[in-house]
RNA sequence: GGGUAGGUACCCAAGUGGCCAAAGGGGACAGACUGUAAAUCUGUUGAGCUUGCUCUUCCAUGGUUCGAAUCCAUGCCUGCCCA
């Protein structure tokens, strides 16, 4: 640990409170922020994004948000090679980068890497076309551990693992394995932040309120006057506006959906983030305050 | 008050004598996940356990039948139409 430069990476599911712990973590520990958020990354989506305030990131640096338009597809390997970046930079002046959000697979590309094999839409666009029957016992033939692990059902990754195959001539389960990430490379901490599932459900639906207040039908409705890109276009918010834009429901029935989804997101951020025995997880009482709870993980990092 | 359609599991909804603990969908819960990930996909969902079986279910009560969610009677409730 002595010679490896510290990292703090802090994670939890949406509306569990992280930006405002975060906060107050950065004031603690002289940090800045790198937002892991597959959505705060688009420059044009503030409301439904949930962005921490311009206030607030005037007082504390954060990278990672505003960095494309959502006209443009992202990745998580831009995030990945902008994170880097980003990291090492607040490094080189001499701070402790604090890397928060929810992105469940950003943050595993940041701490455990990626392999090579770059997306070839040519070729991904020809295997869309394909019957997913076929897809899936091409799969089988040329690399049937990766057929093992993936359902039959699930074309998504099947494409995935026939693209990298294509690509780089090596069955997809063997590439998988060649990759290193900030774990290992730097002095990591990890931090996950958890309350339970009924709070966290009541957070949301309060959070989906006040995006509407805040305006978030005007903004999406600019959105959707934009050529959205497929990453874009599936922010929360942008397809159940859209629906009454279409004239298909009115808004209450867009804002439900809205919370249901969100509710459905937070779901698989938990399973994603519950499998990671590398987190350190941290129990929110309800009344607790984000200095409070920052104050526990201040603590907890100078007793290491 | 009269007529009529109906009351099925957390919700919606199929089933109209045995193959029904009951299709399908939603929700909920659990899980998978390596360049679209706020994506994509899977499993479970009456109870109990020795996981195959046992027990309790289809508004209520009574009846018909070897056998009822399904047929009959009565009652209660709901929608619609007429008064």
Redesign the pocket.
């Known amino acids: 640990m002595s010679d490896r430069l510290p990292v703090i990476f802090l994670a939890g599911s ?1 509306a569990v409170g992280k930006s405002a712990v975060a906060a107050a973590l950065a004031d603690l520990i002289n940090a800045e922020i790198v937002s892991c ?4 990354v688009y420059r044009e ?1 503030n409301i ?3 962005k921490p305030s311009s206030d607030l990131q005037r007082r504390i640096p954060h990278h990672l948000i505003d960095v494309v338009s959502v006209t443009e ?7 990945r090679a902008l994170a880097s970046a980003a990291t090492a930079d607040i490094h080189s002046r001499g701070k402790i980068p604090l890397i928060v959000g ?5 943050m ?2 940041l701490l ?8 070839n839409s040519v070729v ?1 666009a020809e295997l ?1 076309a394909v019957d997913p029957v076929e897809l899936y016992a091409e799969l089988k033939q040329v690399d049937p551990d990766a057929a093992a ?3 039959s ?5 099947i ?3 026939l693209e ?1 195959y294509k690509a780089t001539g090596i069955p ?1 389960s063997q ?3 060649r ?1 290193e990430g900030f774990w290992g490379k730097y002095a990591v901490r990890i931090f996950g932040l958890e309350r339970p ?2 709070e966290l ?1 009541r957070r949301v639906e309060v959070r989906i309120d006040q995006m509407v207040t805040a305006g978030m039908m005007e903004e999406v409705r600019s959105l959707l006057t934009l050529p959205l890109s ?2 874009g276009a ?4 942008v397809p159940e506006v859209k629906g009454v834009v279409d004239g298909v429901y009115d808004i209450e029935r867009a804002v439900y959906l809205m919370k ?6 937070v ?6 983030f ?2 990671d025995k590398r987190i350190e997880w941290l129990t929110l009482a309800s009344g607790e305050t984000p200095v409070a709870i920052a104050d526990r993980i201040y603590k907890n990092i100078k007793h290491a």
């Open positions: 949406t958020d597959a959505m705060q989506a439904i994004s949930d597809e992202f990745s998580a390997a831009r995030y929810g992105s469940g697979m950003y595993m590309a455990d890497g990626l392999f090579e094999g770059d997306v991904r869309e692990a993936i359902p059902e699930n074309v998504r990754r494409v995935r693992a990298v997809f590439v998988k394995q990759r599932r009924e459900y497929s990453t599936r922010i929360i918010g249901l989804h969100t509710r459905h997101y779901k698989r951020q938990m399973t994603w519950r499998k």
